[in-house]
């Protein structure tokens, strides 16, 4: 599994601390492509918001 980790600015309000929006897939490819989309297109798709960084990181199974 792999997670896709975005920061966001302080417009965008999440309840943790560092201020991230994390999803799980499947590979590494749909992680970047998620992060990839958020980058080009920003928050929702709109073209407002856009995030602050971006990563992808395995999580390994236990």
Same mark, same amino acid.
């Given at each position: 599994m792999w997670t896709s980790i975005v920061k966001w600015p302080k417009e965008v309000s999440l309840p943790n601390a560092e201020n991230e929006s994390r999803d799980t897939h499947q590979s590494e490819r749909?992680?970047?492509?998620?992060?990839?989309a958020?980058?080009?297109?920003? %928050?929702?798709?709109?073209?407002?918001?856009? @995030? %602050?960084?971006?990563?992808?990181?395995?999580? @390994?199974?236990?």
């Open positions: 749909h992680a970047w492509a998620v992060v990839e958020i980058q080009e297109h920003g %928050l929702g798709g709109e073209g407002e918001i856009f @995030p %602050l960084s971006v990563d992808v990181k395995f999580i @390994p199974q236990t």
